[in-house]
């Protein structure tokens, strides 16, 4: 898992819009609470789009229960989960946070890079306004650190 999160993606959403702004934050308040709380399609809003996405997609995606679904893809094959110390999007909080839910699982191998932001890349000085303007590459060492987890895993 690149930059990836146990945490619905709606409230990653809402937590990145806060930090932006409030104001906005308030305003999508009451969107969040319908769409986070989708079980079942509503008739007649098939074509509704909320944050990108048709009802359809929130729904199917509310059903879903990430941390068990993390917690059985664990149990049944090896997992690496990456993540950068400078990712504005998914924050070292939901890193840490795989690593208390898959702490007793030693086929999960956790790898926190210092320096890098969500696409692996140097995100050194940047802000939500300014990231990903420069083309950058990712360093070797990530890539080699996948190799090695697949070398390492194969059966």
């Known amino acids: 898992m690149l930059a990836g999160t146990p945490v619905h993606l709606l409230d990653v959403l809402m937590e990145q819009i806060k930090k932006q702004s409030v104001?906005?934050?308030?305003?999508?308040?009451?969107?969040?609470?319908h769409i986070r709380n989708l079980k079942v399609p509503v008739a007649g809003q098939h074509n509704y789009v909320y944050f990108g996405y048709y009802q359809f997609f929130w729904v199917d995606y509310n059903l879903i229960d990430i941390e068990d679904e993390t917690f059985l893809a664990s149990e049944k094959h090896p997992l690496l989960i990456?993540?950068?110390?400078?990712?504005?999007?998914?924050?070292?909080?939901?890193?840490k946070l795989y690593k208390d839910l898959l702490a007793e699982n030693n086929d999960v191998v956790f790898k926190l890079y210092e320096g890098l932001?969500?696409?692996?890349?140097?995100?050194?000085?940047?802000?939500?306004?300014?990231?990903?303007?420069?083309?950058?590459?990712?360093?070797?060492?990530?890539?080699?650190?996948?190799?090695?987890?697949?070398?390492?895993?194969?059966?």
């Open 117 to 155: 932001n969500h696409c692996f890349v140097d995100g050194e000085g940047e802000t939500i306004n300014n990231a990903y303007k420069k083309k950058k590459m990712i360093p070797e060492y990530v890539f080699v650190d996948i190799y090695d987890f697949i070398e390492n895993n194969r059966k």
């Open 23 to 33: 104001e906005l934050y308030d305003e999508y308040l009451p969107i969040y609470d």
């Open 82 to 95: 990456m993540q950068g110390d400078l990712d504005l999007q998914v924050s070292v909080k939901d890193f």
